[in-house]
């Protein structure tokens, strides 16, 4: 059979064309910025929880954080953040105070223990972008929520919901009042946070100042010493947080750790295990362990009956432990 094989001329093949030849090369993917965070609470545990959990996720960065509105606003206008989560009662200038300002810079959630209708109805009148309240989510719908206020996609946990409902419910009737103390914009002159914040402003929608109500005339100059205080029946305890109860009793003779003392505020508060999990970042094995050990420097056998020690209501809750 003859041979069937091409015989080489000994000259070289040129390559074979390439058909995309003529076009030109891919731009290397360029990697996305992560999304910026100013985390603004009083409470240093609530804080260090906040920046530990959003700073695991790859596409988020908490650039600054703060325990006051002040601190808020400088770090704001300092790191140009896409989102702010802020606290509603904070000492100096408060959460609602701090408001106005914050959102001509960046998207606000609020993110506090603060439940009260009238909170909430007037920070989402003030700019919010969010309401959150302690409790009421989960780790990974807060890091949702994060994200999505950057896309101005509002979120609101149960409570804020509720009484934004209620709001739209009366038809755009007069909100009442604020409990004593917060969201005067007096408050917020006096610690140097003025309306020079709107030459700051970003052209993002719809976080422009055009898209919130400015805060109304200002009230009767306030002292920075009131500033952080409530109403009289309304006591603040020792990690930072706040809720309708008798005055805080001395809670130093319970010993208790920084970390025993935010769950005891919550159990006071009347959440459960899965919810105080969910608020401190901790599995419910671990805040069981937290409550057994409270339990035994509160020389206490029930919920109750530590919680009635702990805001002062039990009979010995001024005298000695029982």
Not at 299 to 320: F, L, N, V, Y
Request: proline share 10%.
């Amino acid at each position: 059979m003859p041979d069937q094989t091409p015989h080489s001329t000994g000259a070289p093949q040129p390559p074979p064309h390439h058909p995309f030849a003529d076009l030109p090369l891919p731009t290397p993917a360029q990697p996305a910025r992560r999304l910026r965070v100013v985390v603004a609470d009083d409470n240093p545990v609530v804080r260090a929880g906040l920046t530990a959990l959003l700073s695991g996720r790859a596409d988020i960065e908490v650039v600054a954080e703060a325990a006051g509105g002040r601190q808020a606003y400088e770090a704001a206008h300092q790191h140009r953040p896409d989102v702010v989560l802020l606290d509603v009662r904070m000492p100096g200038v408060d959460g609602i105070s701090a408001l106005p300002y914050l959102v001509q810079i960046a998207p606000v959630v609020m993110l506090t223990y603060s439940r009260e209708s009238e909170i909430v109805q007037e920070a989402l009148r003030r700019g919010a972008g969010g309401y959150l309240v302690h409790g009421e989510f989960t780790a990974d719908q807060l890091v949702d929520a994060v994200r999505d206020i950057r896309q101005g996609r509002a979120h609101f946990t149960p409570t804020a919901a509720g009484a934004l409902l209620a709001q739209l419910r009366e038809g755009g009737a007069s909100a009442p009042p604020l409990p004593e103390g917060l969201g005067q914009s007096s408050s917020a002159t006096a610690y140097g946070i003025s309306a020079s914040a709107q030459s700051h402003t970003q052209t993002q929608q719809p976080y422009s100042p055009g898209h919130f109500n400015p805060p109304p005339a200002s009230p009767p100059p306030t002292s920075p010493e009131k500033l952080s205080q409530v109403q009289p029946h309304v006591g603040q305890s020792s990690s930072g947080w706040t809720s309708g109860r008798p005055a805080t009793p001395d809670r130093s003779r319970f010993q208790l750790s920084t970390r025993e003392a935010e769950i005891m505020d919550l159990i006071a508060s009347g959440m459960n295990n899965q919810q105080i999990a969910a608020t401190c970042f901790i599995s419910e094995k671990t805040v069981k362990n937290h409550i057994n050990r409270i339990f035994a420097k509160l020389h206490s056998t029930s919920r109750s009956e530590a919680a009635a020690k702990w805001i002062g209501t039990a009979p010995d809750a001024h005298r000695g432990l029982g």
